[in-house]
Every structure is written in C-alpha cells, then in structure tokens.
C-alpha cells in the first residue's frame, strides 16, 4: 500500500515526500481509509509505529478539503496528549505536515505564558494540540470553546489514565459536541479504557496491529542484577564502550535523576536531565540539545517514556525499574524508530524483583540476563519499617506522616502529624503537609 493509494489529497504527499516518508505503517494502513470515511477509530499500536499520521494524515486532508475560516475561540480539531513533550512533537509533526497550507496550528501546554496562548486561540484555530489541565484552564477562562470541534483525537490515552486524568477527560467529554469525529489511540489497554471509550466513541473500528505489552522487535533487551550502590559504576562503565551514541536514562524519581546526571557530569559525560520539576524552558532545551547530539546523555523519569521520537537514540538503560509494568514498555521503545535497531539494559536489585516479574508477565518473554545474579531466594517482599510507614509510630516511621522520636532524644513534633516521643523524649520528625496531586501537564 502507498499514501497514495489511500487518497490523500495532493499537498499532503508532496510533504510526505519531502520528508522521506515512503510508505504507510501497519497502524496508519488500518487506520487512515477508516478515518478518512468518518468511522470513530479506537487503534491499538506499540510505541513508535507512526499513530501520529495515523490521526494527523485524515484529519489534515478533511480540513484542506473544507477550506473553512475559523471562529474566534474555537478549534475545528483537538488533540489531546498527556505530557508537554509528546504534545510538543505532535504540533511540530504537523506544523511539517501543514507547510505552506492556510490551516493555523496551535499549542497549549503547562509551563507557558497563559496569557500568551489565550491571545493566539482569539483569532481561533484550525488543529489545537493540548495537555488536559492547561486545556481546562484555558476553557475556565472562556478563551477556548470546544462546541464547534468535528475531530477529536485522543492519544496515549492509557498514559492519560496513569497520571490521573480520568476526571479531566470526564469533564472534557461533555464539552465536545456529540456530532463529531474521534480517534482514540493507545498502547497498552487498560481496564478503564472501556469507560474512555464509551464516554468518546460512536461505534468505532477497532484496529490493533500489535498485542497490547509487546516490545518492539529490534529492541535486544537484557538485565543487570545489581544493588543500588552498584549502578553508578556499572552504568559509567557500559556509557563509556558508546560515547559517540545517544542514550537515554531512566530514574524512578526526581531527586534519581537529579543526583545520577550530577554523579555523570563528574566523570566527564555531556548530559543532561528532565522531568517534572524542570521549568517547560529547561525541558525543551534539554531535549533539543539531545536531538541535536550536543548532550549524548538523557536522564529523564517517566515523563519522557512517551512522546520523545528520536531516532538515533541507540541505548536506553533502566537505572530503576519502573513500578507499572507498561511504563516499561513504552521507556524502552524510545530506541529502535524508524526502523533502526536498538539496546534496552535493565538494572533489578533485591526489592524489584517483582517488578521484574509483572515486566516479563506483561511482554511474554524472560528478559536475558547480562550480568549479576538473582537474589538466590527469589524475590522477597520489602516489609514496612519497625513501627510501620505511616500514621506514627517509632523513629523509624515515614517522613510523610512523621511518628515518635527515640527515648530521650528526636526532634520537636511536625507541621501536621507529628507524634509525641515515648517518656523522657521528643516528639519524632513530623512529615510534611500531604500536597494535593500535581497535575501533570
């Protein structure tokens, strides 16, 4: 099958050819003549197959065809992304797709001016991409209205349901037209997917070209048994053998991330770090000087597992396991694009064996072993501390909740649930106020 073939409209294939884009994917071959038709789409494709041409190609050749002017305030087509970077890369995509055309794009995220996004969607706009809380924001202070939208596209929708955005999309639902065009798409299906589904779609096709959980097929994946204390030089020393080659790590937290890319700019590497406690600024330059190969190295958390498309990306390494076995998935297909191949390398300690486990459940294979040896006794479950993790307890007990300091000694009680000390002692170091959820955008 050609583009051509699939009766797109002739400015769409000039820039496709421009672009070097030769031939359809499977996801884009099942899902255009369906869009194309006016069918709602639920597509089901592993990372990096190309879905966003599979929603951008129809929709760009419905509206070239229309030729329509925009109202003030409207978007004749939404697209909604759960993160700033993978919303990011679908407006450039189709910025390239829409050279030279009448049609206005646009880009709202978190991170930005507010004011200035309200200014560019008052002349109105013809494909808006958008993060679901900065959508919200914006349509709270009636600088957006969704009435008029006919195409809707939903995508990375099991992401969207993994950063808690199940009430926003509930509230988004309701303020689309009932008469419209969506296309909802994913890699992984989750159960409440069926909820997301029924709450957009009318009738649709479903296309699924490759089983939910699968790995992309040029990924050589393998895993290091190693303790925490043991990763930083065992990374070094495997980031050393490929200096000339992009490589991206993985952290499970913020402060990882923060303390790995300092600990690697020590030994001499050029890299750089995002994740959700960088300015929307320092992300995009992060990953700007990573595409560009000024940065060889890229220490992210899982917020860039999705929505980073780089095709020379030839390493990913697992410095953590990630605690949700789809987030695994989609890390690893940052490399092997394009039809390129790629190396996954998975760090696993004592206490994530079990993540370990539900990974290999989930891709249906065992992951070769590299190096290192498993816990002879298997995995073994991390029991809470004496006194337990929570509401008070010893002078062990959480830092969130904050518990009752040793006898004769401790800090004075916390902000919100510290505890008081046994006889003759402090109250324990008091946790921090629980923070309402971040929405992230």
Do not use: W
């Not at 600990?263 to 995002?274: D, N, P, T």
Request: net charge positive; aromatic share 4%.
């Amino acid at each position: 099958m050609t583009f051509e073939s699939l009766g797109l409209r002739p400015q769409l294939l000039t820039r496709l050819a421009e672009q070097e884009i030769t031939a359809p994917s499977p996801i884009q071959a099942k899902a255009i003549p369906e869009a194309l038709q006016g069918r709602d789409v639920m597509g089901l494709a592993q990372t990096g197959t190309g879905k966003t041409l599979a929603f951008g190609l129809p929709i760009a050749n419905a509206l070239l065809a229309a030729q329509e002017r925009c109202e003030p305030k409207q978007a004749q087509a939404l697209i909604l992304a759960p993160t700033r970077e993978l919303a990011r890369q679908i407006y450039d995509n189709l910025t390239a797709l829409l050279k030279g055309a009448h049609l206005r794009t646009g880009l709202v995220v978190g991170g930005a001016s507010i004011n200035g996004q309200t200014q560019r969607l008052a002349r109105g706009t013809h494909i808006l991409v958008a993060t679901p809380g900065r959508l919200i924001d914006l349509v709270q202070n009636k600088a957006l209205k969704l009435d008029a939208t006919r195409y809707f596209v939903l995508d990375e929708a099991d992401q969207m349901l993994d950063l808690g955005f199940i009430h926003a999309l509930r509230r988004i639902a309701k303020l689309l037209p009932e008469k419209r065009q969506t296309l909802l798409f994913s890699a992984t299906m989750p159960k409440l997917m069926s909820e997301i589904a029924g709450s957009f779609l009318q009738d649709p096709v479903r296309i699924e070209v490759s089983p939910p959980g699968k790995t992309a097929d040029r990924v050589e994946q393998s895993v290091i048994f190693a303790e925490p204390a043991a990763r930083p030089h065992a990374l070094t020393e495997m980031l050393d053998k490929h200096r000339d080659e992009l490589a991206l790590v993985f952290t499970r937290t913020k402060h990882g991330a923060d303390k790995l890319t300092k600990k690697l700019e020590q030994v001499g590497f050029s890299v750089g770090a995002i994740h959700g406690n960088k300015s929307q600024g320092q992300r995009n330059r992060a990953l700007d000087s990573f595409r560009s190969g000024e940065l060889r190295i890229l220490v992210a958390t899982d917020v860039a597992a999705r929505g980073i498309d780089i095709p020379d990306v030839r390493h990913v390494y697992n410095y953590d396991l990630p605690n949700v076995a789809d987030n695994y998935v989609h890390r690893i297909g940052r490399t092997a694009r394009a039809g390129k191949s790629g190396r996954a390398v998975s760090f696993c300690g004592r206490d994530e064996m079990g993540d370990l486990r539900g990974i290999e459940k989930l891709i249906g294979q065992k992951i070769r072993v590299e190096g290192g040896q498993p816990p002879a006794d298997g995995y073994v479950p991390v029991k809470p501390k004496s006194g337990g993790q929570r509401r008070g307890g010893a002078a062990n007990s959480g830092a969130r909740f904050g518990g009752g300091g040793k006898p004769g000694g401790g800090k004075p009680g916390g902000q919100k649930f510290g505890g008081g000390g046994k006889p003759g002692g402090n109250g324990g170091n008091g946790g921090n106020r629980r923070k309402a959820p971040r929405r992230a955008a």
